[in-house]
């Protein structure tokens, strides 16, 4: 497989540094650290703080900036950030109003974010988390207890962001948290693996007539294997699923991300939309805003995930609040 890379032990921090090169006008980095800040720290408001291992960009460090996230710490590729580089983004962007950890659920970002908390919370930094569990294909994986954290985690950012930067405290922040994580649901599904530079190798092996449904986004096994079919087969496929596991019904707002996992070209994710919108429609569920694109990726997979969000009028204001983010530019 080809990759356009010089070192593959120095992916993580040269990419660090090609995207502060273009981006320096917004984000900044912790030295030493693979932490990427945002450039201006707005004084008074609580800090947030997400991350986890590299190669889902723009995921998480494109979503630093205004509106969204103050620090976000990469791991290496596909590898848990260690808790004291969690602890030094606490330290680096926390203010009297507290730090709110953003954290998908995977058992190493799990331990070693809440580890760092403690560490920060023993030197008088006020310091809580979430844990976003949107994936409803497995409960427990290869690498969690309970369901796993996804794209869906990227509305989490916009909704919890917004409404850190109107000021919101950092118990009101969490219980909004909560409300988004228990509204927002996910499920994805993928026709290739990636290639991990790291270890030279695939994620997984698949017959060239078979997709992998429900998989992770590290390329942990889904639920089953099948033949592929069309794509307005596999879009019904994953929202059947979405809604046993979610409490969207007629008549309700939903916001929808259609998310590509690194190599799905646009063509392919604007046809799976114009499922989604056809069966939303035919269920009278009102659709109040569409993302469509790369936002949480697994380096270059081809696949894709759903993402459905049931939204109340708190959370649509905070969705439409403007943000200014790489991954995420003016939404």
């Known amino acids: 497989m080809k990759k356009i890379l010089n070192n593959v032990d120095n992916i993580v921090d040269e990419m660090l540094i090609g995207m502060i090169d273009a981006h320096g006008n917004l984000l900044d980095r912790v030295e030493g650290r693979n932490i990427i800040i945002r450039k201006e720290k707005k004084v008074g408001k609580v800090a947030l703080i997400s991350g986890g291992g590299s190669g889902h960009e723009p995921a998480h460090a494109g979503y630093v900036g205004r509106g969204m996230l103050d620090a976000a710490v990469c791991g290496q590729i596909f590898s848990s950030p260690g808790a004291d580089e969690v602890y030094d983004a606490i330290k680096a962007v926390a203010t009297d109003a507290g730090v709110l950890l953003i954290i998908k659920n995977y058992s190493g970002d799990v331990m070693n974010f809440e580890m760092a908390a403690e560490l920060a919370t023993a030197d008088g930094i006020k310091v809580d988390k979430i844990v976003v569990d949107d994936d409803v294909a497995v409960e427990d994986s290869t690498y969690t207890v309970g369901r796993r954290g996804i794209a869906g985690t990227v509305f989490v950012h916009k909704i919890v962001g917004a409404a850190a930067e109107k000021g919101y405290s950092l118990e009101k922040l969490k219980t909004l948290g909560e409300k988004v994580i228990h509204n927002v649901k996910t499920m994805g599904m ?33 639920t089953h294997r099948e033949k592929i079919k069309t ?33 799905t070209t646009l063509i392919e994710l604007y046809i799976a939309n114009k499922t989604v919108k056809e069966v939303l429609d035919k269920k009278e569920i009102k659709i109040y805003k569409t993302l469509v694109g790369n936002f949480m990726t697994s380096i270059d997979m081809e696949g894709f995930s759903i993402s459905l969000l049931k939204l109340d009028n708190e959370m649509k204001e905070l969705l439409d609040a403007q943000s200014d983010t790489v991954g995420m530019k003016n939404l």
Not at 206 to 212: G, K, R
């Open 231 to 263: 794509a307005e087969v596999h879009v019904k496929q994953l929202l059947d699923e979405i809604f046993k596991n979610s409490e969207i019904k007629l008549e309700d707002d939903v916001a929808v991300m259609v998310n590509g996992l690194g190599a």
């Open 190 to 222: 993928s026709l290739e693996p990636c290639f991990v530079p790291t270890t030279g190798k695939k994620s997984f092996d698949i017959a060239p007539d078979e997709v992998e449904i429900g998989l992770g986004i590290h390329g942990e096994p889904g």
